[in-house]
């Protein structure tokens, strides 16, 4: 077997495993109701995660997504409020806007040869300050068309609802995954993650397809925007706060490695959905507090990561 | 006339001048700025408190230096902020007295810096991800520590660190200097400073010619560990309580940008002490000057974005070669005591280095 394949086959078992720890405690765990609301509450982060992923595969990292989630929110939440424009004009206007901040960060890393991790890092202090310059306070976002948008789900059998966020980011992961697999966009990300000098060897367009892979997270983050106003009918400039490391650590567990090249978009939603499992546990529970989330989240990260240093390690050796 | 300066002084020179022009600002601003009063034995005024408040940001930039100059970066240290000050307040509040208290902390400190250290050396772990980890755990074990409340304290000691004064100066400002200047001799009065930038140039070859890069990367994280314990304590001493939730939130950032103010490529290689501390008090005069001048405070970070901006493009390779070709200067054949700047800035160094590191 392609030891590619065993990353991702390990973040499906233990998402299997825990899904089995957490049934045998719970059998309300497996209800359709809770399945359903595991992809409601998660549905931002997958999205943005999808667009970490293709960030991550070409060994970059995008530490603004977060920031662009609260800047998109408040944007739309305060158009809303103080102009009569249409929800969905507002929207394109909000994913026009994050695509062109994500393909400016990307334009800089590419044009001044710096680290994406300092140039994104700006770009999370520009979108952050720029929320705040909209509107420091929570505005609740109240339009009639909010209001039809959360009504619209799926009834699935035993009262579960599928929600219209829960849909967008299931649909997000399919265009991901064609994308990154069936396209050539996506051979070209892979290729710029494999080493960039070979990339330029190959004929990968390497501007083009950094400026692109910005500019989609960037388009990621304001659809996850989006749909984070649609979760909290509201807009904040504090809200998602360090997204974007749960972005990243979503993403490792999800099988990808870090330093580029190799991963999967399926591992991404599953990386997400284990995270969102652990919290969902700690609510069934009870007794727990909120931050075992966090040393767990931790505790996988760390298990992942030694798990991709065997796997290259090994990979390593067996081509010698 | 700027061969005339200090070497060292010169290469500190832009970071100077960006401090002397945000004071600048801030005068223009608040015309009483550098007013200096004494109260209580303790001396008062915008400057000083500048100096106070940069303590945290300033004591992480110096551990971050280090850390940087090995081509590593340390995310975590606003975690390990929290858990060394969840630990300094739950020894205090379980009887201790401050010395174990403040040991127990640097202990705590020293421990995940050398678990960063672990992975980065050891199990050859990108220092991004590497640090990642802790950075998301470490607050969930500091609320751990705290046992999900604020843990506060009257232990006087443990609060003079975070609030008191000494010779007139609040304690804080003593303790990131004394600990800056500490620094800046052992590793500039020895080889331990070269060989540090050896390791982020190169480390194979650096390993391959004799250097331990690998005892050297655990040392430098479990001394910016050690450097986050110390802002950790004087954050949750000036609080009087430990919280687990924002203490250090976000100021490895901060420390980072600091850093990168201060002169040090993200790159690794090269690394100046004191630019990264002139670094921390531009960031705080800046943070400063925006609340002294009334705006918003929500300025602070478009400002931030823009200066790491134009440090970006300072920096850029493209720039760099421009520059270069700019100051490649026809009288090159008749000034040669005056090397040529930029392409060989490096030499210089190491020269001024290797001067500092004769017996």
């Known amino acids: 077997m392609n030891p590619r394949y065993l990353p991702l086959l390990a973040t499906i078992a233990i998402f299997i495993l825990a899904y089995a720890l957490c049934y045998s405690q719970y059998p309300n765990m497996l209800s359709t109701r809770v399945v359903g609301n595991l992809l409601t509450d998660n549905a931002y982060l997958g999205i943005a995660a999808i667009g970490m992923t293709f960030v991550i595969l070409t060994g970059g990292i995008d530490l603004s997504i977060g920031s662009v989630i609260a800047f998109t929110g408040v944007f739309i939440a305060v158009l809303l409020a103080n102009t009569s424009m249409h929800p969905l004009s507002v929207f394109a206007l909000a994913l026009l806007i994050s695509t062109c901040f994500g393909a400016l960060m990307g334009g800089i890393i590419h044009t001044l040869e710096m680290p994406p991790f300092i140039v994104t890092l700006a770009g999370m202090f520009l979108a952050r300050g720029m929320a705040f310059v909209l509107s420091t306070e929570s505005i609740p976002i109240t339009h009639d068309f909010y209001d039809t948008l959360q009504d619209v789900f799926f009834r699935v059998p035993g009262k579960g609802r599928l929600t219209l966020i829960g849909i967008i980011m299931i649909v997000t992961v399919i265009v991901g995954v064609v994308l990154a697999h069936r396209t050539r966009f996506g051979s070209y990300v892979y290729a710029l993650g494999g080493g960039l000098p070979a990339a330029k060897l190959m004929g990968v367009p390497v501007a083009r397809t950094t400026v692109c892979v910005y500019a989609l997270s960037g388009f990621m983050a304001g659809l996850s925007g989006i749909v984070f106003s649609m979760y909290t009918s509201a807009g904040y400039s504090l809200a998602a706060v360090g997204v974007e490391l749960d972005a990243i650590a979503a993403v490792v567990i999800g099988g990808t490695l870090l330093t580029g090249g190799s991963g999967f978009m399926i591992g991404t939603l599953i990386g997400v959905l284990i995270m969102g499992l652990i919290q969902t546990y700690i609510i069934f529970d009870g007794t727990l507090s909120s931050w075992w989330t966090k040393i767990v989240i931790g505790g996988l990260l760390f298990t992942f990561i030694l798990l991709q240093r065997g796997l290259v390690w090994v990979t390593s050796r067996a081509r010698i | ?359």
Not at chain 2, 341 to 347: K, N, Q, T
């Open chain 2, 1 to 359: 006339m700027m061969n005339r300066l200090h070497p060292a002084l010169r290469r500190i020179l832009p970071q100077l001048i960006t401090l002397v022009v945000v004071l600048g600002c801030n005068v223009l601003v608040f015309p009483d700025f550098f007013k200096i009063e004494m109260s209580n034995g303790r001396l008062y005024g915008s400057i000083i408190d500048i100096l106070n408040r940069g303590a945290p940001v300033a004591l992480l930039a110096i551990g971050m230096t280090l850390v940087i100059a090995t081509k590593g970066i340390d995310l975590s240290v606003g975690a390990v902020m929290a858990i060394c000050g969840a630990v300094a307040a739950a020894a205090v509040a379980g009887g201790s007295d401050v010395a174990t208290a403040v040991v127990l902390a640097l202990c705590a400190g020293i421990v995940c810096g050398l678990w960063n250290g672990f992975l980065v050396a050891v199990l050859n772990i990108q220092p991004i991800v590497a640090t990642l980890i802790l950075m998301v755990a470490g607050r969930g074990v500091a609320q751990l520590i705290t046992e999900g409340v604020i843990l506060t304290f009257t232990n006087e000691g443990l609060i003079f660190l975070g609030s008191g004064s000494l010779m007139a100066l609040p304690m804080p400002f003593l303790i990131w200097l004394g600990f800056g200047v500490m620094t800046a001799i052992v590793v500039r009065k020895t080889a331990l400073g070269l060989l540090i930038e050896a390791v982020g140039i190169n480390l194979r070859a650096s390993t391959l010619s004799g250097v331990r890069g690998n005892v050297l990367i655990v040392a430098v994280y479990a001394i910016s560990g050690l450097c986050a314990a110390t802002a950790g304590i004087i954050v949750a001493a000036d609080i009087k309580g430990a919280d687990a939730n924002n203490a250090g939130l976000w100021l490895e950032l901060d420390a980072i940008l600091a850093v990168v103010i201060g002169g040090t490529s993200l790159l690794g290689g090269r690394f100046t002490l004191a630019g990264s501390l002139i670094g921390a008090m531009i960031i705080q005069s800046i943070n400063t000057g925006i609340l002294l001048s009334g705006f918003p405070p929500e300025f602070n970070l478009i400002i931030k974005a823009f200066i790491i901006l134009v440090i970006l493009i300072i920096q850029s390779p493209i720039v760099q070669s421009v520059l270069f070709a700019m100051r490649m200067p026809p009288d090159l054949s008749n000034d040669d005591a005056e090397p040529v700047e930029g392409g060989s800035a490096r030499d210089r160094d190491a020269s001024a280095q290797k001067e500092g590191m004769a017996p």
